[in-house]
């Protein structure tokens, strides 16, 4: 795989610029090769990974041979870079064998592409390189138990004493917790500051003095492990600080909107594989004697069910070209991360009404698409956050 940061293809782009709306060559070839891959590495497992909690490391050695796990870092640094929409294809490929590798993985790339951008030569040097070949897993560390979408009132202590950091406190609903090896952990360095007061580190699981909680027991994503992190007195070069003192903050929500991005991808993807089997069971059911696909009801939630996904992928596509391009981007990728959402649960609702029975029951995978795609309108800032930085965004641009 090659950077293709200057050929995205531009989907509803603004002004005068061509709208275009085929994959190009490389784009085409690396769904082709992503579709493969999940449909004989991923789909096959997914039932069997959710019912047992199982997290499929391997699985991200063979991303990492890909070149998935460094898409957001540069050549350089070990990576196979691709524009923020190439990566959506990816991430909607994977998701739709099953959501929560493709999760993982998008909290990876998110720890991957913030240390390249955000962190000096010594550190890019020291960690992004391991990242990007699979060798370490990453993780992201913002929210707390009292920390939720007020973000900027986390509380997690780390106070400077000579040449470290002494980080005290707990992190709550850490994906790929325990399991990976890095963590970019935001804590607070400065108490009467709000955002101002929050810093950015990286810290290796091995680290004495930090701990893991229990894993969470979560209505899906059962084989992505949420875990939390307990720190008591764990001592931080400060050299493992990334960026500036109390700019920790802003990398948290900067490296938040290329991972709203993914989510909404992601969300797109469960809901097209929802859409799949949903209509496939129509065809071949028969009540009454002929197909539900016959009957008009039928068909209405299957266009309706079609059409908010094409509109919401769109969207997504568009929030990822406008990264790509370096526009502002933090109102496109809350919009896309909360429409893909909410069309998505509604899409798994649906599908499962469509199936019936057989929906509610584990033979076919629309339960679990169902619970899995709940906790995308919740993490990486809940859907209400994210109509909160629409309206903030709409109402600074027209004021
Ligand atoms: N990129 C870079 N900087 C950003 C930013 C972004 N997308 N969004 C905000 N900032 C900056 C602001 O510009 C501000 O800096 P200045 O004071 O220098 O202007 C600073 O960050 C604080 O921003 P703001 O005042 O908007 O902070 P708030 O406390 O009002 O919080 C919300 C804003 C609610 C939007 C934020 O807390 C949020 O996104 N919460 C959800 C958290 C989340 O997604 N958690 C999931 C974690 S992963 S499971």
């Not at 804590?187 to 909680?213: H, M, N, W, Y």
């Not at 929802?274 to 016959?294: C, E, K, M, P, W």
């Not at 019936?356 to 029951?361: D, N, Q």
Request: charged residues 20%; negative net charge; proline residues 3%.
């Amino acid at each position: 795989m090659q950077t293709s940061m200057s050929n995205g293809v531009p989907l509803a782009s603004e002004g005068s610029s061509i709208v275009q709306f085929d994959l190009n060559e490389e784009q085409s070839d690396i769904r082709a090769m992503v579709r493969q891959f999940t449909t004989q590495e991923i789909a096959p497992y997914a039932s069997e990974w959710d019912e047992h909690d199982y997290f499929p490391r391997a699985v991200y050695q063979k991303m990492a041979e890909l070149g998935l796990m460094g898409m957001t870092t540069p050549e350089e640094l070990s990576g196979t870079p691709l524009s923020r929409l190439t990566a959506a294809i990816v991430y909607e490929e994977l998701a739709k064998g099953e959501m929560a590798t493709a999760v993982g993985l998008s909290v990876h790339n998110m720890v991957t592409g913030s240390l390249a951008r955000f962190g000096n030569e010594e550190q890019r040097h020291r960690w992004v390189s391991r990242l990007a070949n699979g060798e370490l897993l990453g993780a992201f560390s913002l929210s707390e138990a009292d920390a939720g979408s007020d973000a900027a009132s986390l509380r997690c202590r780390a106070e400077r004493v000579d040449d470290h950091y002494l980080l005290t406190g707990s992190k709550m609903w850490v994906t790929n917790g325990g399991e990976a090896d890095l963590y970019l952990v935001m804590a607070r360095t400065q108490p009467s500051k709000g955002a101002a007061g929050i810093s950015c580190f990286v810290i290796e699981k091995d680290t004495p003095g930090l701990t893991f909680g229990k894993t969470e027991r979560k209505m899906g994503l059962h084989s992505s492990p949420t875990r939390e992190l307990i720190f008591e007195q764990c001592a931080i070069p400060t050299t493992q600080r990334i960026g500036a003192e109390g700019q920790g903050f802003k990398i948290a929500l900067s490296s938040l909107d290329g991972g709203r991005i993914n989510i909404g991808a992601i969300a797109s993807g469960v809901a097209q594989a929802a859409f799949t089997v949903a209509r496939d069971y129509t065809r071949t059911r028969t009540q009454f004697g002929t197909t539900l696909s016959s009957f008009q009801g039928i068909q209405f939630m299957l266009a309706d069910m079609a059409m908010k996904i094409e509109a919401a992928r769109l969207l997504v596509y568009e929030a990822a070209y406008k990264l790509d391009q370096g526009q502002a981007a933090s109102m496109y990728a809350a919009m896309a991360k909360c429409l893909a959402s909410d069309t998505a649960m509604e899409v798994t609702t649906q599908a499962v009404q469509l199936l019936g029975g057989a929906g509610y029951v584990r033979d076919y995978p629309v339960e679990r698409y169902m619970r899995d795609v709940k906790v995308a309108q919740i993490f990486e800032g809940t859907n209400q956050i994210q109509r909160i930085v629409i309206a903030r965004a709409l109402l600074q641009e027209y004021s």
